[in-house]
């Protein structure tokens, strides 16, 4: 397949602005080249100290195209659609357009705003992707990777869009999940979102393929954005030929445009299995161990214990807004295994959990119940550990075996999440684990959204 690839990241800000709606924008000015397969939304390292929101990049490929055409979008009641294969053009020119579409969209005036541009002939490394997802990399790096293939980038500012886009551009997926975005009309942006929360409820219940639609923990609609963005809600699922059909089945404000995505979200690309003694700031991780130091709450209602897997131990750390997922990291004791799964913080140097794997649970007796003295009746009090009891009226005195023990409920042997509005992009819910081996044997362009032999009435 002959095309050339086209991406764009940190266009955004905290006050507006969307660097997946700059697709939209770039696809609806650059409709005389064909777009060869979906828009990819490249989600990168959560830890990145600073990203703006969700740390996503896009990648476009466009071409003349040639084979099936899919429906994959509207734009303002106009079709989007994209073929699955193409011939190439020119990079020259659409370097020159696309730098003109960035410049007047990007919103530059935001200290935190620094957008890179690249386009290219050639897909970067993979490995330059599997290093920006995980860890924290030198522009310097990204820019040699993108040399390297003879492609050519724009930077702004400091240029550290550079690192996202030319990482967008060097995914080739293990795995992968789609969006539908729908977008607001211009008018409404910055206004609150309608959407109606039992139809979101109901297409949730309905089309199984979908996740992270909303939290009923929390009753928090998880499809919507908080921030006074473009985007109207999102849709994410397995298959993309269902997620039109969920759009329709929301209730929300009109539609101005919407686009379905490949993308990395759901897949847990940031985690690798890494051992303790290896671990280092700003990192996905996921460790197996045992646990070396029984859970402790803290004021906030946050949750820590610390487990060691031989090389090493460290401190995990579930917070407060993961809510019962606390009670799984509570009910931990000294020699249950557990496999976790979380982003190393810098300060203090602590795994932040975002989900538990309880393996094993250790069998032990657990203390109910202090001795009584027998000269008054009264509960005796602990003299220190494993120093005994002393009454405190008598100053009767009682061995630590006096007090009452039963044997430990130990927790299920199971996997623990917390609320869906807790999750980050990447989070790969316990629901999809397995299924990227099924999605390996697709080909990831040629994958058809919707046959668009009939594409009137279509918005």
């Known amino acids: 397949m002959s095309l050339v690839y086209l991406s764009v990241d940190d266009t955004d800000s905290l006050d507006g602005m969307c660097t997946t709606y700059l697709a939209a924008l770039l696809i609806e000015e650059l409709s005389d080249f064909d777009l060869i397969g979906l828009p990819r939304l490249v989600r990168l390292n959560p830890n990145v100290p600073w990203k703006t929101r969700g ?33 190439t053009v020119s990079s020259e020119e659409l370097l020159s357009r696309a730098k003109k579409i ?100 109901a297409m949730d219940r309905e089309i199984k393929s979908t996740f992270h639609n909303i939290d009923r923990e929390r009753g ?5 954005p908080a921030s006074p963005c473009p985007v109207l809600y999102g849709i994410r699922g397995d298959d993309p030929n269902v997620l039109l059909r969920a759009s329709h089945k929301v209730i929300s404000e009109p539609i101005d445009t919407w686009l379905i995505f490949l993308t990395n979200q759901g897949t847990d690309d940031h985690l690798s299995r890494r051992f303790i003694s290896g671990l280092r700031a700003r990192q996905g991780a996921i460790l197996r161990g045992e646990v070396s130091r029984r859970a402790v709450d803290i004021p906030g209602g946050h949750v820590f214990f610390e487990i060691d897997d031989g090389s090493g131990s460290i401190t995990c750390a579930v917070y407060e807004p993961s809510g019962s997922m606390r009670q799984a990291a509570r009910s931990l004791i000294e020699g249950d295994m557990i496999e976790v799964y979380g982003s190393m913080r810098e300060q203090p140097f602590e795994l932040n959990i975002e ?5 094993s649970a250790a069998s032990a007796q657990i203390k109910i119940e202090n001795p009584i003295c027998p000269a008054c009746g009264r509960h005796m009090k602990s003299i220190g550990s494993n120093a005994g009891y002393r009454c405190r009226r008598c100053h009767v005195r009682a061995s630590e075996n006096a007090a009452k023990f039963a044997t430990r409920k130990p927790p299920m042997v199971s996997w623990y999440e917390p609320p869906i509005a807790s999750r980050r992009h990447l989070y790969k819910p316990v629901k999809r684990f397995g299924i990227e081996r099924k999605n390996l044997r697709e080909i990831i362009y040629r994958i058809p959204v919707v046959e668009a032999d009939n594409i009137q009435g279509e918005s």
């Open 355 to 359: 989900k538990i794997r309880i393996l």
């Open 102 to 201: 960035v410049e007047r969209h990007a919103h530059l005036s935001c200290e935190k705003t620094n957008p890179g541009l690249v386009v290219s002939d050639v897909q970067p490394s993979s490995h330059l992707y599997w290093r920006a997802v995980r860890e924290i990399i030198p522009l310097s790096e990204a820019e040699k990777a993108i040399s390297a293939v003879g492609g050519k980038f724009e930077k702004y500012k400091n240029g550290r869009g550079i690192i996202g886009a030319a990482a967008a551009m060097a995914w080739r997926p293990r795995d992968r999940t789609f969006e539908i975005l729908a977008y607001r009309q211009p008018e409404r942006i910055g206004k609150p979102r309608e959407i109606d929360r039992n139809s979101v409820d």
């Open 55 to 87: 740390n996503g990049a896009i990648a476009l490929a466009f071409g003349h195209g040639r084979g099936r055409r899919l429906l994959i979008g509207n734009i303002r009641g106009r079709a989007v659609l994209a073929f699955t294969r193409g011939d």
């Open 220 to 224: 928090h609609i998880a499809i919507a």
